[in-house]
């Protein structure tokens, strides 16, 4: 069936370090991707999106590229702030009736 | 454009009462979602509605749970008797119908349910 892992979190990092939160899928067909993320006290917001292989999704300094070889879409960022603390999640689109098959999520946590 | 409106933001009740969300989704969205978020966890679905129509209710617990989409817009989610494991938050999603890459859900704050 499909499915979605996620790197467990906390991620604790100093602010301007370098950000990789690993996402990795199992799925029949040629899912679309996303990463979502969900700030303090807020809904869910749609972060980056990549509907094909080698395709990079990219978004606020964020970047993710879908791997297919590899079954991976990992989220970078090459320098955080403070403000991009939040719970960041992976989900992959079922092409048959759009539904999101969600990862855990990555709870990530930047320090001043 | 106006998001995805959800009220209450914040309910608190007892066990054995019961509850009942409300969602407005994004104007001309023709799918409506509703997802049981518990904390630590990814959402998981509970009911699926293109138009007024249900499309997906397979993991909605039947017995305490219904859902409603008159007339294809709003939506109300209802949990009657709520149970201890209910506590979470409920949140709703809206989906043009739009094929291939353009299909994207855009999500409502929430309504975070407490259940003493």
Redesign the interface.
Known sequence: GNS?TQMEGPVTLSEEAFLTINCTYTATGYP?LFW?VQYP??????LL?A?KADDKGSNKGFEATYRKETTSFHLEKGSVQVSDSAVY?C?L?KDS????I????TKLIIKP | EAGVAQSPRYKIIEKRQSVAFWCNPISGHATLYWYQQILGQGPKLLIQFQNNGVVDDSQLPKDRFSAERLKGVDSTLKIQPAKLEDSAVYLCASSLDEGGGRNIQYFGAGTRLSVL
């Open positions: 979605v679309s979502y006290g807020e809904g869910l917001q749609l999106k509907t999640f989900a689109r009736n759009y539904q999101l969600w990862g855990a999520g």
